[in-house]
């Protein structure tokens, strides 16, 4: 009988729980390699991922495909086609037709973003069979059953963890033409979808149960109980990620003191990026990390990415990255210009340098070995469009991991069907568990249930199903999460009869102390004379120097910029808000509709100034939905007697000797009356203390009172947008006084001693922490 897993790691775990008999064991595979076997494409490739990027792009070149908001060019869509390919493997692994979705008028509103779909998959499909070629998308319609090896097998069981798609039970209903199948799988409330397929074969199973069935006959062959203990769980909360990794390593030593070997305990990570702040503080290697270390931490990788960022934008900062790399002038020649195979695979290999770690360059090779194959048939491209494209595929790639340390760091997919007696998962929370997918981006929950697609509750029930296994094929359980104003724990952690822990975050801050391999500060401080007044201070200026002055030192005394985001942040919602709001506002707020219109008007020509990504998409449309109720407000306030006076205006003035600055968002009157506002899109953090408010480092609504001062009697407040409500600040008075205190202090003080503040919320996130060494 060959026995067939859904991991490598199962079949590693099958083979060991013999290693102490003496008998022929089965063969074992996994269900991947299985299911390649299973089925073939006559006389057809099977494309790579650079050449299906090629070809999608090639197909997305006509003219209505700009509606899908997909930018085209090179790198911005290979970032963006993942989306596609996810969607239209999806339903063809589902086997469900997009025509389908013309039956259901519930998609009638995005009937044109459908079509569009609907001719960029026919224009790819047709390109895979110009080229002779297959991929996932086109395979279950392509795909022969391999009689001959499944007859080969005789028998075969199938560990089955999750749910199989449609395609995977056609093929199975194939296969037992050819050979015996037995399925061995758990049935819980989290796979119910398993349970409904075994009955559709005639097999009735009930939950709670491990069984066995015989596809063949449509028979229930051995049914047992699921668990046979109960777990000891325990939850500790942190209110910053800093503390998980000391976690983790105080759980370890909990469980090897209850008698449970460090070989049997797993530590897994949902957020697998954490691997490398562990890494850090692993300083006797007692972790082996089973997912290894993404090729993007090496330095070839570096090189690249850096020679990109210099041709997208060559100021100072690319170029000296470029220069610390070892990149030499002739590597950025002619980035631009169209390249055979051979030069560029020359050019490529320029990046890789002697003194790199021999395991990167051998995975780098090696793939540069079958990166030429694609180029001798992809023709001329520019360099710069080679190199992403060779970097998106090193991007999947990984570095084993040989510290040979007896507990395994693993991802949460890597879990499935493995038992440990401990079990350690960190990251637990909400926007992380569940794991979100991209495949819903084009259709709606609803329209999936109709055409049988898998649910939003599906995907959310096969996570939960992986994590009820590892938990309950364990003896003790240690989870933990972040809970602040902004995390929440995952849902999934009210499904768990835990004890919650509520130990001192400090002893947390002492572990880490003690393994960190690097000390926590490389450069304590500055001692600088300087003027603070020499230019107007503003708000943001004195922000900073209040809440860490070497971040102060570093921005305004150095000059150093904080590094540009590829993605879109804060800044870019704000922006973008701001421009909506000064443009609608030029006009008396009347008529809700008119507004609304005008919203989407100037969202439309400015749309170059911000990010071409699917993720901006979403969130500038989130707030032109949002503005709506802004707009009604607005509207209000107007009926109200309020009009606006000023909008985004440069204010200055010298108060008690010290000048000051700042641009006031919006200025509004009422007869005698006036109202200073500032625009909010976040959450707004007042005081409600006077122990709080005395420590407050923003002032803003306090600077723009002094700015303001000669009108006479003004008030202030900020503009809640995403509630669409004004909010005042109850201890105004206590900060203004504040605020001028701290005025005068710097303008007694010459000199200044600039030093690191740490504080671990805003350290994690600070664009400067390399410079400054310290570590969270």
Not at 47 to 68: G, I, P, Q, V, Y
Not at 70 to 92: D, G, H, K, T, V
């Amino acid at each position: 009988m060959t026995e067939i897993f859904s991991t490598a790691r199962q079949i590693r775990e099958f083979y060991e729980s013999f290693s102490h008999t003496n008998q022929l064991l089965s063969k074992a595979v996994t269900i991947a390699e299985f299911e390649s076997k299973a089925w073939y494409v006559p006389n057809r490739i099977l494309a790579d991922d650079d050449t299906r990027s090629l070809l999608m792009r090639e197909a997305a070149s006509f003219e209505n495909f700009k509606k899908l908001k997909i930018p085209r060019e090179f790198m911005a869509f290979l970032q963006n086609s993942e989306y596609l390919f996810r969607f239209f493997e999806e339903l063809s692994n589902e086997e469900t037709d997009i025509e389908q979705f013309d039956l259901h008028d519930t998609y009638a509103e995005f009937g044109e973003h459908i079509a569009i779909l609907k001719e960029l998959l026919t224009r790819y499909c047709a390109l895979l069979d110009k080229n002779t070629l297959y991929d996932g998308i086109t395979l279950p319609k392509l795909a022969h059953i391999n009689s001959s090896y499944l007859s080969s097998l005789g028998e075969i069981r199938i560990h089955l963890e999750g749910y199989l798609s449609a395609f995977e039970i056609r093929l199975l209903r194939e296969a037992r033409k050819f050979c015996r199948i037995r399925v061995l799988t758990p049935i819980t409330i989290y796979n119910k979808k398993v349970k409904k397929w075994l009955e559709e074969e005639g097999i009735t199973t009930s939950f709670s149960t491990l069984c066995e069935c015989d596809l063949n006959e449509g028979e229930l062959l051995k049914e047992t109980k699921l668990y046979d203990k109960t777990p000891k769980i325990f939850y500790q909360p942190f209110t910053s990620d800093a503390f998980q990794s000391a976690f983790v390593f105080e759980k370890i030593e909990m469980m090897t003191n209850l008698g449970i070997a460090p070989q049997n305990i797993a530590v897994v990570l949902p957020d697998e990026s954490f691997a490398l702040v562990l890494k850090e503080f692993d300083r006797f290697n007692n972790l082996n990390f089973a997912m290894g270390f993404g090729m993007r931490t090496s330095l070839f990788y570096q090189r690249g990415q850096a020679v990109l960022k210099y041709a997208k934008d060559d100021e100072i900062e690319h170029k000296k990255r470029v220069e610390r790399l070892g990149i030499g002038a002739d590597a950025l020649e002619n980035l631009s210009k169209k390249t055979a195979s051979a030069p560029a695979a020359s050019r490529l290999k320029a990046f890789i340098k002697e003194d790199d770690p021999q395991e990167e360059t051998q995975i780098i090779l090696s793939e540069l070995f079958l990166f030429e194959k694609f180029l001798d048939g992809a023709g001329e491209l520019p360099f710069l469009d080679i190199l992403q494209l060779f970097l998106k595929r090193l991007q999947d790639k990984s570095l084993d991991d040989n510290s040979g340390g007896k507990v395994t760091v693993m991802g949460a997919l890597e879990s499935r069907g493995v038992k440990y007696e401990g079990v350690i998962i960190v990251h637990f929370n909400d926007d992380i568990v569940p794991k979100r997918s991209n495949k819903d981006l084009f259709i709606s929950s609803s329209l999936r249930a109709k055409c049988g697609l898998p649910s939003v509750e599906d995907r959310e029930n096969l996570q939960r199903f992986f994590y009820d296994r590892l938990i309950n094929n364990a003896r003790v359980v240690a989870i933990s999460a972040v809970e602040n104003e902004d995390k929440l724990p995952s849902r999934f952690l009210k499904t768990l009869n835990f004890t919650k822990l509520n130990y001192d975050e400090n002893s947390y801050a002492d572990i880490i102390i003690k393994k960190a391999k690097t000390p926590k500060i490389a450069q304590k401080s500055f001692r600088y004379e300087h003027n603070f007044f020499e230019k107007p201070l503003s708000n943001s200026r004195l922000k900073t120097y209040l809440e860490c002055s070497l971040k102060y030192f570093f921005r305004y005394i150095k000059g150093y910029e904080e590094p540009k985001q590829f993605k879109h942040d804060a800044r870019d919602v704000g922006n973008f808000v701001h421009d909506i709001l000064y443009t609608v506002l030029e006009e008396p707020p009347l008529l809700l509709e008119d507004m609304k219109k005008r919203a989407k008007e100037i969202a439309k020509a400015t749309e170059e100034k911000y990010p071409k990504s699917a993720l901006w998409e979403l969130e500038r449309d989130i707030w032109l939905f949002k503005l709506e109720s802004v707009f009604a407000h607005e509207i209000k306030r107007y009926e109200e007697g309020w009009r606006v006076f000023e909008r985004e205006v440069w204010h200055s003035k010298e108060v008690d000797g010290v000048p000051l600055a700042g641009k006031i968002d919006r200025m509004d009157k009422r007869g005698g009356e006036w109202l200073v506002l500032d625009y909010k899109t976040g959450r707004i953090d007042i005081p409600k203390r006077e122990d709080k408010a005395y420590l407050a480092s923003d002032f803003q609504l306090e600077f723009y009172a002094l700015l303001c001062e000669d009108l006479g009697e003004i008030k202030t407040a900020f503009y809640d947008l995403n509630e669409a409500k004004l909010v005042e600040e109850s201890l105004f008075e206590l900060k203004k006084m504040r605020l001028l205190e701290h005025l005068q202090e710097l303008k007694e003080k010459k000199e200044f001693v600039f030093e690191a503040v740490l504080d671990k919320k805003r350290c994690l996130f600070c664009p400067y922490k390399m410079l400054c060494g310290v570590r969270i």
